[in-house]
């Protein structure tokens, strides 16, 4: 679920002279529209790949993220790469300048070095303009800059490529497991309304491997990755204040996604919800009702002035399962810099607990947004 | 005070008219030199700051040599091996009011529509410069700092999301823009409002979405900046595809690997270049153009430095006998010399001091214009803030006081050599020595042969100082020959004043021989002045005739059609194709002429690639060629062979003539075309390349055109076609319809506008010459209180003494400017044959000008006349004991 925030705060600018409320037009067309002429995330929603895998340009806002974990050299490393696409407000349709927008591209890559306790940050923004930045929609592709997420010839393995300024990440991923629909129907709903939802689904394990250049070292490494694809045009509710989203890997051959959508009264939202995939690849929706996330510590950026919870215990009593999440560095915050500056923590937790009283342990990403104080758009 | 210092001072403070007027004279030198100098400096550093905004922290730039260059030059160039960030860009400039477009009031009556060129629309007075940005990889460049508004510098964060919203807008939404604080301040604008800017003549309202906050660019262009998406700059401006510049981050180490490489991927149209280079281009501009008015601003002080040499010479004279008590009293040689030196200073003190706060007040105004004319010539930001540049403040002091002391120096040393006791004797001749006529007719003869042989020099090598050396030599040259002249005036007139006048003219005029000396600098400085006014004056006059037969002869359209603010957006600017086949089926209209041009940058200059209608051109127009060939045959042969047309001064610049084969660095590739002809042309000293419209959409893949030239009919009504047009053109584009005659007046008026500065100068220059006719004729007769206490004893009436004073004065007159006249014809020749064929490659038909020699003589006997009203009042009202007892 994600970037969400990042792209709704991005496009709240845009939302204050044009965008308007999404003020659907759904009454009257089959495939309902925003005000913008967006088309709506409503069920149903039959995902189709790999088509779906590449970019949906008449929706709003979309994602492909990438989080794993690697191992190379005795080393231990956690990596995201995000691709974003954030349509923009259709004013500029007719213009001959090859640089008009219709959509802004964003790229986030972050490194978590567990050994050297360090975090690696970068990102940067770009129009797609002359191919400097772009999402095919016919077949899955997104670039920004030399930073790349394909899907190769072969029709299966998703190629990475990742470059920051002092560091570069090449991977190829392959499915581990066939995509994940996550919600109902095809549709992720997050809040009441219609459209206030996405068409997301997760490869929730992919087998990696690859090279990390990193201080004129390169290194090959090997691990797993967990891919997510979501795509909507549904605004931000006015009443979150942002979230708390967990991937989990476990070494059983489970995975576990939760997320919970904070209220700006210090609730959650009852839409908040997750999927649990067994290790046949068969899954289940998990409404709020079925887990309870309880933070167990505090972590404050000094950068930001932030205040993240840090650590938490997960319970899924229906499942029997009940976990223990530790982040492997506290600081994993991501302070961008590009076009709005968005600030989130995002980083590689290790997982442990039990289920039905036999230990289980395994790896995961968090993602905590809204903690900076301030209004997140 | 010292003793020595107070006799210094003293006598200064005795004459306090004749010290004022050295004083004015050497300030006015100081003023002219300094005002013409923080003037052009001044314009020069707000272009240059213009250019460091502008250009961000950029350390290399890919620039359009012309018409900007295809944008996906942009990709290759930002793939290059150690370029770490490129930000393309598209910059115009563009005239724009504040707010946003009126109401259309009564749009069909033709009268309301303001295409005429009366201009009955609301003023464009705002001349902007657009900049066309991709805010995505401003960052490391500092130049997107953007604020939505109101709000100063409120919390970082704050401003953060302000930015980031700004920019979204910028990014999202067409025809928005920030402008700079200045920009908002001075016409109380905010966000929300808008701002409309020309494109080609159609009114386009910009809505502001946010403020600029980076620093540099609030005082760049005085302000006048406008950031919008580069999207949005190509989108109002018809710019797609085209970028004008590519400014590059590169690691300082690897810049000269990445220009090199660059250097090989470039096409002609581009160039890569370090930011510093556009500045030392509109430097090298600019400093041509300073030099004519720094040369001119010398001779001020040159003239001026005959007065204080006189003044001082006079003085030592004057007081002899003071000289001879000092030597008595035991005073050194050199302790006298520096005695007189010193008074020399505080002159020089004064007179600088006085100037730099004159010099500071007239450069505001020369600012005003020289801005104006550099913006006309070179398309140069106007300024109005004024830098008092510390360097030119110390020159023009030291000037001043080099002047002084260098020109007391001889009369200090004069001084100094007077022995102790041969001046206490009474009645000691004012005149001590007599003057060295031979040594200054052969020092006047190897200056005039030192004149010619520059100028011989300067017209075979092409430098052009020695156009400027050989000018320096004449005005030297002549100078030297005024005590012959005063010698030979005064024999000449004696008798004939004594036929004409009497005996008191005889004596008037015999008295100029007596004080030959004194006399013969006040001759010089004449001299020096009216050869300056004359020879401006007949280089100015040629050449505005030249230009002016050149407009009436060649430029035969009857009405002349471009979008408003084309001039300041040039190549920026397209018609629509309809519009120019509107045109050709009007009724009336016997053919159209198109026009397009770019810049284009041959052998490191500017010039210009023009496309025009050829066959219009033949069929109705009059070029003129140097090689005397009648148009129709050399525009037949360029026809036929795709071949260009170079104008005259394009030729003398690039040493090329008929029947040459040029390279052209056109944007479909270099491009080798023959010279078919070299044409008179004097719209522009850079040089231009003309060829047929489909040879240049051939060579330039652009086949928009800029301006019109419409031919009417025989028998048509001019202005019944003008009204047409302006009528098809509609109320929503804003053309500048010009018939012949106001084209004509129009280039004229600009032609003069060039020449204010110039006028403004010679007319300081006759100033200081007649400050010192003043003053040296008001010492010169009071020196002769004695024998003019002598004559009145003797008998001569009161009325008698005046008229000898005034003959001898208005002598003093007459063979100054005569000599004058003499310096200016050549001094004439010089300008027009050596220095501005040097400098501009123009024939200039020389025509001299007896009608301003005959003014010039009038006007400086007149006022020297004039000037010698009063020291003759003062003389003949003296009691003629009371003069007798004074030596």
Redesign the interface.
Known sequence: MRRVLVLAMAMACASTFTCGAVGAAYAAAPAPVTAAGFRLAVPPYAFSFPRDHASHPEFKTEWWYYTGHLEGAGREYGYELTFFRVGLPRLREGSKSAWAARDVMFVHLALTDVNGKRFRFTDAARRPALGVAGADSAHYAVWLERSFARLAPDGRTHELLGVAPDFELALDLAPGKPPIAHGANGVSQKSPGVGNASHYYSLTRMPTRGQLRIGGDTLAVTGESWMDHEFGSGAMSATHSGWDWFSVQLDDGRELMLYQLRLKDGGIEPLSSGTIVEADGRSRHLSLADFRIKPTGRWKSPRTGADYPSGWTVELPGEALSLTVAPVLADQELAATSMGGVVYWEGAVRVRGTQRGRAVTGKGYVELTGYTGRAPF | MTITRWLALRPLLRSPGRTLASVLGVALGVAVFVAIRLASGSALAAFSDTVDAVTGRSNLQVVARGDGFD??L??RV?ALPGVQAAA?VVQVTALARPGGILPASAPSAPSAIPNADGDTGPRYDETLLVLGL????E?PFFRMELASGERGKGSL?AS??EA??A???L????RTIAITRTLATRHGLHVGDSLTVLASGVPTPMSIAAVIESEALQQAMGGNVVIT???TA??VFGR??RLDRVDLLVAPERRDSVRAELGRLLPPTAAAELPQGRTKQVENMVRAFALNLTALSFIAVFVSTFLIFNTMAMSVVRRRRDIGVLRALGMTRGAVARLWLSEAAAIGVLGSALGLLLGTLLARGALRVVGRTLTDLYLVAQTDSLRLDPFTLSVGAGLGLFATLGSALLPALEAGATAPGATLRQGQRIESQPLPLKALGVAAAVSLALMVASALWTMSTHIAWGGFASAFFAIVGFSLLAPGATLAMSSLAAPLAGRLGGIEAALGARALREAVARASTVVAALTVAVGMLVALHVMVGSFRRTVDTWITQTIKGDLYVEPVGHRTSGSATSLPPELVQGARDLPGVAAVDTYRGTPITMNGLLAFAIGIDLRVQRDHGHLSFTSGEDAHTVLTRALESGGVLVSESFAHRHRVKQGDTLTLPAAGGAARVRVEGVLFDYSTDAGAVLMDAATYAKLWNDDRTESLALYVKPGANADSVRMAFVALCGPERLMHVTPNAGLRRRVLAVFDQTFQVTWALQGIAVLVAVLGVVSTLTALVLQRGREIGMLRANGATRAQVRRMVLVESGLLGLTGSLLGCGAGAVLAVLLVQVINKQFFGWTVRFQLEPGIMLQAVALMVVVSALAGLFPAQLAAGRAAAEAMREE
Not at chain 2, 171 to 174: K, N, T
């Open positions: 944008e996906t942009y990709t930002r393309p991709d805010a995505f990889v960052a964060s953060e999301g980031a919203a920019g979204l807008r990014l999202a939404e067409p998406d580069i999207a190509q989108e797609e595809g």
